[in-house]
Each structure stands twice: as structure tokens, then as C-alpha cells.
């Protein structure tokens, strides 16, 4: 099958990119040729690779920075994906799109569901949020994936921030009171196929809907940090000594939730891919950044 996916730097894109196989043939399209705020742009990018299935994987995320740009995020977030979604439509073919932990207010006390309210506490949650509900709108044959805490040996991600720190300071001050899943973005690629060749084989739609497509097991930011340092450390790579802060302790333009922990159970149940623990995951890393 032939899979356009939008955004071709970002984490997921580049991971699909490095999956693509016989049965996958992966075109990633980006900006210019594909701008999700040109709606024109990405119907020719859809006429011009005739894929099978688009997947939506471009997205405004600098979490901060929405904050004071809040009519770009939307732009991307809300309206990009909705003609993502439509652009699909129009030619009989499925979306499947990328959504965020961030949509949730992070209240509840154990992980959620995806029958669970969601309740967004920043500009770019609100946005994601927003998008989800336009995709769906838009195309009866959608499939909203929520994944959380990305991270790759590409872009900008916690993990190689930790990384780049280490390189300089003896020690770094973390929260530990936002918990969530670590997601490792070659897996969420793997997801992602699964979730293809399902929408590409059953073209009724009967699998439609929302679904929490994040690793097993969680952490907090803290946790994360640690476990990073004693992998990297393990592998001769940066270390530092991570203290354990409180939210209060560290100021941003949004706020983030202290609970994004997400259910992963639909998903698995439904398309039959099983993610790993999340701290099994660093090691790939950290190998796939020894590589390049
Ligand atoms: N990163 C994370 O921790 C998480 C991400 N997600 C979601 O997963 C998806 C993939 O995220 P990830 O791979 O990390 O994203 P990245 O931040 O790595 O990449 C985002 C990509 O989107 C592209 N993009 C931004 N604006 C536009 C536009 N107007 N038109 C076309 N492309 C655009 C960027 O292009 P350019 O290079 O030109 O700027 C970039 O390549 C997103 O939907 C995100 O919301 C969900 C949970 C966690
Ligand atoms: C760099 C750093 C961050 N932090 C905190 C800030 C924040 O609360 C938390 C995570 O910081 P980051 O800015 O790296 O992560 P953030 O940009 O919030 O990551 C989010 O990105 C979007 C796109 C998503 O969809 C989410 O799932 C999530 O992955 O760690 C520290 O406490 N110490 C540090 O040294
Ligand atoms: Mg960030």
C-alpha cells in the first residue's frame, strides 16, 4: 500500500519513512509542498502520490510557545487537520490522525480512558483537542491516535534535551509530579502500520473512532531523566544527577497536566500491536544516536 504522511522532519514521519517495506511504501510530504494551513497544497499532494491511506502526523507543537501564538497553533492543529481529513475524504480514502495525552486535565487519579472527559489546560491541548473533533467530523473512515512524551533520535524531544544538558551541568532539577508514558516514536511508527493495513483491508469503518496508543508502564519527567542517565551512563554516554522538583518549582507559559497517563488497552485489543515498556525503550535510543 502507499501511505502519505504529512510532516516529513518530524519524529513520527521520519520513524514511518524508516519503516517503509514491500507492503509499506512511504511518502512523506512536508513544508512546502504540503502546508496543512493550504489546504490546496495538500489535495495536489494527495493527487500526486495516490495513496491508500493519508496519515496526519504534522502538527504545531512547541507546547510553550502556543501559548502566545495560540492562531497558528490553531491553524495547524484544529483547522490543518480537519482539511487533512476532508482532503482524504474527498477522494474515498481514510485518515488516521495524531493526537496528544495533553487533551486531558490531568485530574483524574489513574490512567484514562478514551470515554473519559477531556479538559485541555493550555492553547496547544485545546487545539489538538479541537482537531480530533474536526477529523472526525470531516471523514467517517478516521482514526484519532493519542500517543504521549514522543521521543527519537530525531528532532527535538526530552530525551536528547536531557542528553544535550548533561553534556555541561553536574546536576538537573526535574518535576516529578507530571506523570505519563514515554513513547518511543519507531514504535509508534509500527503502531501506526498496524493501524494501516487494518483501515486499508476493512473499508467499512467499523474501527473509527478514538484510541491511546502509548507505551506500557509510566513515570514522571523526573523518572524519565533518571532512567535516561543510567542508560546513557551504562552506554559511556552523559550523565548528570537529577533533583526531583515540583511543578511550582518550574515556571512555564502552559500548563501541563499531572496526569496524562493514558489506558493503552483499546488499542492493543483492537489492533493487535503490544508497545513495550517505556523504559525498555531508551536503549534503542540511545543505540539509533550512537549511529549517526
Ligand atoms: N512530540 C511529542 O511529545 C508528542 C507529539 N504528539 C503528536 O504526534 C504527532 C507527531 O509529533 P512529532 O513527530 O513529535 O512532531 P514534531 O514536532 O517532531 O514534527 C512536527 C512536524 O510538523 C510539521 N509542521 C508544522 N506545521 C506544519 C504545517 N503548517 N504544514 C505542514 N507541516 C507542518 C513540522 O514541519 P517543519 O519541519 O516545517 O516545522 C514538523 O516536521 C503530532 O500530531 C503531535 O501533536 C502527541 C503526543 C506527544
Ligand atoms: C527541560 C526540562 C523540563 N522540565 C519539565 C517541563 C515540563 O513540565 C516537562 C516536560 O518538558 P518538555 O517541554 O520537554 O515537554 P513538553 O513539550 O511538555 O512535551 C509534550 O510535548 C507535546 C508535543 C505532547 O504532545 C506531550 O505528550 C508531551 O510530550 O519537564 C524540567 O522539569 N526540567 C528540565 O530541565
Ligand atoms: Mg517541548
Keep these: 500500500m502507499r501511505i502519505l504522511v504529512t510532516g516529513r522532519d518530524g519524529q ?24 496543512l494551513t493550504d489546504p490546496a497544497t495538500i489535495t495536489a499532494a494527495i493527487a500526486a502520490v495516490k495513496p491508500d491511506v493519508v496519515v496526519n502526523a504534522a502538527a504545531y507543537t512547541a507546547v510553550d510557545k502556543a501559548e502566545s501564538e495560540p492562531e497558528a ?58 482537531g480530533e473533533a474536526r477529523v472526525l467530523a470531516a471523514n467517517p473512515r478516521a482514526v484519532v491516535l493519542r500517543t504521549a512524551w514522543v521521543f527519537s533520535p530525531y528532532g527535538n524531544n526530552f530525551l536528547k534535551t536531557m542528553l544535550r544538558v548533561a553534556k555541561d551541568r553536574d546536576e538537573l532539577r526535574v518535576v516529578a509530579d507530571q506523570r505519563g508514558t514515554p513513547t518511543y516514536a519507531p514504535d509508534i ?17 467499523a474501527w473509527s473512532g ?24 551504562a552506554s559511556g554516554g552523559p550523565a548528570a544527577k537529577v533533583t ?24 492493543t485489543t483492537t489492533f493487535g500491536y503490544r508497545f513495550p515498556n517505556w523504559i525498555d525503550t531508551i536503549p534503542r535510543c540511545l543505540a539509533a544516536l550512537a549511529k549517526q
Design 244 to 267: 526531583r522538583i515540583t511543578t511550582a518549582d518550574y515556571p512555564t507559559p502552559a500548563r501541563r497536566p499531572a496526569n496524562s497517563r493514558l489506558d493503552n488497552s483499546h488499542f
Design 73 to 130: 497553533a490553531f491553524a495547524v492543529n484544529a483547522e490543518g487537520a480537519e482539511h487533512v481529513s476532508r482532503a482524504a475524504f474527498d477522494v474515498d480514502l481514510p485518515v488516521i490522525h495524531i493526537s496528544t495525552d495533553y487533551v486531558f486535565s490531568g485530574d483524574k487519579t489513574s490512567p484514562y480512558l478514551e470515554s473519559d472527559a477531556t479538559g485541555p489546560t493550555g492553547v496547544y491541548g485545546s487545539t489538538k483537542l479541537e
Design 12 to 35: 513520527v514521519a521520519r520513524c514511518l519513512a524508516d519503516l517503509a517495506d514491500d507492503a509499506h511504501a512511504v511518502f512523506p510530504v512536508g513544508r512546502p509542498d504540503l502546508d
Design 189 to 205: 511508527a509500527a503502531a501506526v502500520l498496524a493501524v494501516c493495513d487494518r483501515v486499508t483491508g476493512e473499508p467499512g469503518g
Design 210 to 233: 478514538i484510541y491511546h496508543m502509548v507505551a506500557c508502564g509510566e513515570t514522571s519527567w523526573a523518572g524519565f531523566a533518571e532512567a535516561i542517565f543510567v542508560a546513557s551512563r
